[in-house]
């Protein structure tokens, strides 16, 4: 069974005095499998941030639903909505989210304090993840200590440690620099072959060539998706070039 369905979304926005409304997806349909990589691309305004948001249980579709391991989100009460995002979902945003009055071990520890989780746990979570992310050195130190390389990682830990069933990435390399770009993909790569499901939403080719698969959304449906199946990073990074090309000309088939 798939890990993540959506059917038929649709969002539709109003403005502010009720007219001209803005349709922002139409109609996306797309799988994601346990363990899978999926990167999401397309230009502005093509809906992928709203497509996210509603991933993320923050926004609720107009039509169609949302299925997290067969349970669809709409069936979750507002007042448990919270609990429901801590407890399934890990989130990965551009500027990283972290709280400067809280120690990088603090940071990490949040969802879990707030999930009740007693220190013996919290401690034994997150030993093997600041390992694997190479911050254990860094607990003590505060965000402001460290680079936004660092940064990430240490948001990549504090989105890992509650055992979510899929992590969600907002543009997570869109701050970093080229060289710290290059190891937070390295990491996404490590903790996808630990058996880690990822949706990210991107704007970066090299980010998304990175990716098992990469969808493109144009005018609010997914347009075309590639798979990358024995091509190299290289060979990813060309083709969603070209496909990038054709969505930003108005082609409308990709070969």
Request: aromatic share 6%; glycine share 8%; proline share 4%.
């Amino acid at each position: 069974m798939p890990l993540l369905e959506v059917k038929h979304l649709k969002k539709i926005y109003t403005t502010r005095f009720g007219n001209n409304p803005v349709e922002a997806l139409k109609d996306v349909n797309f799988t994601v499998e346990p363990g899978e990589y999926v990167a999401v691309m397309g230009e502005s305004g093509s809906g992928k941030t709203t497509l996210l948001n509603i991933l993320a249980a923050l926004d609720r579709p107009t039509g169609g639903e949302v299925l997290l391991a067969g349970t669809p989100t709409s069936a979750i009460p507002e007042a448990k909505m919270a609990a429901y995002r801590r407890d399934n979902l890990g989130f990965v945003f551009q500027d990283f989210n972290l709280l400067d009055t809280f120690s990088l071990r603090d940071n990490i520890y949040l969802p879990l304090v707030l999930a009740q989780k007693n220190h013996t746990e919290m401690a034994a979570r997150l030993e093997p993840i600041a390992k694997q992310l190479g911050i254990a050195d860094l607990l003590d130190k505060y965000p402001y200590e460290i680079s936004g390389g660092q940064k990430q990682r240490v948001a990549v830990a504090r989105a890992l440690i509650t055992h979510p069933q899929l992590v969600l990435a907002d543009e997570p390399t869109g701050a970093l620099d080229s060289k710290a770009t290059e190891s937070l993909l390295h990491v996404f790569e490590e903790i996808n072959k630990a058996g880690q499901t990822i949706v990210m939403v991107t704007h970066s080719t090299r980010a998304a060539s990175h990716a098992g698969r990469v969808l493109f959304i144009k005018d609010g449906v997914v347009f075309h998706q590639l798979y990358r199946g024995e091509h190299t990073s290289a060979e990813m990074f060309q083709k969603i070039s070209e496909t990038l090309t054709v969505l930003t000309t108005g082609g409308n088939s990709v070969e």
